[in-house]
């Protein structure tokens, strides 16, 4: 059974860096071809992709916010950690982690999240 | 904006069918990328719905289908029903494989 679970800070100030680490069990970076997707949600308002992390080590980050972005891998501990630099009051959102299968055998393609965190609210605020 | 379009909102009657639309362009649908529907019940993460334009993951009722055309995706609710009040999302990739979310329709059972 796949499970993951956001945590980290629930509040940081603008110009902070903010960290969060998703835990997950029922899958391995070292035993499939598996990404990790970070994805965020203001209140009331749509789904933002934000990064990808790869069981290759590859990444892929949001066009908009790349040059904020970092993701890293601890195989050993089964975490992904994102960081995002300089927070301000519009970051403020729910920040999901999710699972995607992304080779199944020979065949690798773009693939549905399959399974989510929950979440973690971070409120940006002075 | 999202660079995928849907509807803000849909409502249909119990029992009644209903159709949620997701266009994109050339640079994403219309290039051949899948496009995979969530559904986000109310202060829930969302939950895969379709993946890859038309399948169904064990669970999800034959009563949801969707289909893909061109630069464009449908996701169908026959049979509506109160549980299926909720928002879905339709998500796909552009040409340099980055993640896309359309704005997310909110459905709401008369």
């Known amino acids: 059974q796949i499970t993951l679970k956001e945590s980290g800070p629930a509040l940081v100030k603008p110009t902070e860096t903010l960290t969060l680490t998703c835990t997950f069990s029922?899958?391995?970076?070292?035993?499939?071809?598996?990404?990790v997707a970070w994805v965020r949600q203001p209140p009331g308002k749509a789904l933002e992709w934000l990064a990808f992390?790869?069981?290759?080590?590859?990444?892929r980050f949001s066009p908009s916010l790349r040059s904020r972005l970092a993701v890293t891998r601890d195989t050993s501990k089964n975490q992904v950690v994102l960081t995002m630099t300089n927070m301000g009051p519009m970051d403020t959102g729910t920040y999901f982690c999710a699972y995607e299968l992304h080779c199944n055998g020979p065949i690798c393609a773009e693939n549905s999240l399959d399974k989510w965190g929950q979440g973690t609210l971070v409120t940006v605020s002075s | 904006q999202s660079v995928l379009t849907q509807p803000p909102s849909v409502s249909g009657a119990p029992g009644q069918r209903v159709t949620i639309s997701c266009t994109g362009s050339t640079s994403n649908i219309g290039a051949g990328s899948d496009v995979h529907w969530y559904q986000q019940l109310p202060g829930a993460a969302p939950k895969v719905l379709i993946y890859?334009?038309?399948n169904r993951p064990s669970g999800v009722p034959a009563r949801f289908s969707a289909s893909k055309s061109g630069s464009s995706a449908s996701l169908a609710i026959a049979d509506l029903q109160a549980e299926d009040e909720a928002t879905y999302y339709c998500q796909s990739y552009d040409t340099f494989l980055n993640v896309l979310f359309g704005g997310g329709t909110t459905l709401t059972v008369l």
């Open positions: 992390v790869y069981w290759n080590d590859q990444n």
């Open positions: 029922g899958f391995s970076f070292t035993t499939g071809a598996v990404g």
């Open positions: 890859t334009n038309t």
